[in-house]
């Protein structure tokens, strides 16, 4: 069974910075993409960013520019810092590993992001 671990989340004023971490539990993360996703109550859960296990990365047009995904593979690990906070970025952020050969998704049990203006 794959774990994710999702931390960084927090109280921040608008324009602030967060970074968030997702560490997995198994291998296959090291090979698979990640994302990261976030929802707000009474709306569907939207994709912030994403990233290939070579390292490719895509942007909702709401966060391009602020936001970063990167990941460190040897420690199984994806960051997304998170920059210049407004607060319509409120959510809960969760991360996703797509096992790609099992078509399975994983999901971390998300971490509350909230941006005070």
């Known amino acids: 069974q794959v774990q994710l671990v999702e931390s960084g989340g927090g109280l921040v004023q608008a324009g602030g910075s967060l970074r968030l971490s997702c560490a997995a539990s198994?291998?296959?993360?090291?090979?698979?993409?990640v994302g990261w996703y976030r929802q707000v109550p009474g709306k569907q859960r939207e994709l912030v960013a994403s990233i290939t296990g070579a390292g490719s990365t895509n942007y909702a047009d709401s966060v391009k520019g602020r936001f970063t995904v990167s990941r460190d593979n040897a420690k199984k690990t994806v960051y997304l810092q998170m920059n210049s906070l407004k607060p319509e970025d409120t959510a809960v952020y969760y991360c996703n590993l797509r096992w790609l050969v099992g078509k399975t998704d994983y999901w971390g049990q998300g971490t509350q992001v909230t941006v005070s203006s």
């Open positions: 198994a291998s296959i993360f090291r090979t698979n993409p």
